[in-house]
């Protein structure tokens, strides 16, 4: 069975602060994705990375970083120097091959407070 | 020139009544899905369609019915509305590889009062 687990629910921080977001995840797949989506204020869902179960490289995307570990099935998305703009839910997914059914966490609310 | 988008926006009714909600996407992508979010923010998928072929259903009540006209709609009817079926309902498209991200509309709130 596939699961993605977000522990943190809401994490709050001050304006330039670094905070990371966890995300654990469970699969008896050998292949599958795993994304982040933002779901600001407004609404709308937002994609932001794809990572592949093959590829453990690290990424940054400026204040973003992404650290994904297979040995430890997590998949964790760190803002470097945090801006009001950043409040958002974020959500961690897994993707399947089987009809290519995405599998969110719970998402976790980040506010960040000026 | 929206890549996902859903109508309406909001959409409030009361219990019993029939309500449909429209998704089209420019991107084209060969499946589209459905997902549903709950006041606790949740979101698990409902339907997901591939050239115009359901490929998943999950526990999804007969109420549901999604229809596919052709690759680029998958328009969501509910029958008999329910109080528990107020959330947010987000449509969704992709390529069927397992790399492709999906896009997301920006979401339909149903209000059943």
């Known amino acids: 069975a596939q699961k993605v687990t977000q522990a943190q629910t809401e994490i709050s921080v001050v304006e330039k602060e670094d905070v990371t977001l966890d995300c654990v995840y469970e699969t008896r797949d050998t292949t599958y994705y795993l994304f982040w989506y933002k779901q600001p204020p407004s609404g709308e869902l937002v994609f932001l990375i794809r990572?592949?179960?093959?590829?453990?490289q690290n990424e940054i995307s400026g204040r973003y970083s992404w650290n994904f570990q297979k040995s430890t099935s997590s998949f964790n998305f760190t803002i470097t120097a945090s801006q009001v703009v950043d409040s958002a839910v974020y959500f961690c997914?897994?993707?399947?091959?089987?009809?290519?059914?995405?599998?969110f966490g719970g998402g976790t609310r980040l506010m960040v407070k000026p | 020139d929206t890549a996902v988008s859903q109508t309406p926006k909001y959409l409030v009714t009361q219990m019993g009544n029939d309500k449909s909600i429209k998704c089209e996407q420019n991107l084209g992508h060969d499946t589209m899905y459905w997902y549903k979010q709950d006041s606790k923010k949740f979101l698990k998928i409902m339907f997901s369609?591939?050239?115009?072929?359901?490929?998943i259903n999950e526990t999804v009540p007969n109420r549901f019915s999604p229809k596919s006209p052709d690759k680029a709609h998958l328009n969501l009817h509910i029958n008999s509305l329910e109080l528990g079926d107020s959330a947010v309902y987000f449509c969704?498209?992709?390529?069927?590889?397992?790399?492709?991200?999906?896009?997301f509309g920006n979401g339909t709130r149903l209000t059943v009062t």
């Open positions: 369609y591939n050239n115009k072929e359901l490929i």
């Open positions: 969704a498209s992709s390529h069927r590889t397992l790399d492709s991200p999906l896009h």
């Open positions: 990572r592949n179960s093959f590829d453990e």
């Open positions: 997914a897994l993707l399947r091959n089987a009809g290519n059914m995405l599998t």
